[in-house]
């Protein structure tokens, strides 16, 4: 599913919340050397055809908004501006395990059900057919018009959202 995000559905008369989940390349419980580089042929189909049937679900239920695999960091540029003139380097060169793979934005009525998507995720098949327990992070983007607050319960400086 790429393209153009969909309309945020309403829950409580207010717009759902809406979830980022941040898939970078730590594996988890899997430890092949080159990891997935590593896994037989049909490992690596069992590991794409789960999120496959996982993205369709959630497409389905209406809580998948848009996910994306990304590039190799060898592929990425940073740019970095004064306004008028723009400076572009190669990179970002962190460690293997801190490169972004991917991301999904997803709909969630609750905190819990987000956190229960990210475990869907968490739990993809590696080697084996065994859940790998990917790290999946989760962050809650802010809807207010002036990015000043998402609801009554976070403000900058707290450390989770309730």
């Known amino acids: 599913m790429n393209g153009a995000y969909k ?7 207010e717009d759902m919340p ?6 970078d390349y730590q594996g988890g419980t899997d430890e092949t050397p080159g990891g997935m580089a590593g896994w037989k042929p049909e490992e690596v189909q069992g590991h794409m055809s ?6 369709k679900a959630l497409t389905e239920s209406g809580e998948l908004v848009h996910v994306e695999a990304l590039t190799p960091p060898d592929q990425a540029f940073v740019v ?5 003139d723009k400076t572009v380097t ?3 060169f962190q460690e293997f395990k801190e490169w972004v793979a991917g991301y999904m934005i997803i709909d969630a009525e609750t ?3 987000a956190l229960e998507i990210a475990g869907l995720y968490s739990a993809a098949p590696g080697p084996g057919g065994r859940p790998i327990e990917q790290p999946i992070q989760v962050r809650r983007m802010y809807h207010g018009t002036d990015g000043s607050s998402v609801d009554d319960t976070i403000a900058f400086g707290e450390a989770s959202i309730e």
């Open 18 to 23: 809406r979830y980022l989940m941040i898939l």
């Open 50 to 55: 789960y999120y496959e049937a996982l993205n």
């Open 111 to 113: 905190r819990e059900r």
């Open 90 to 92: 190669d990179g970002p």
């Open 7 to 13: 309309e945020r559905p309403k829950w409580k008369g």
């Open 80 to 84: 970095t501006s004064d306004g008028t």
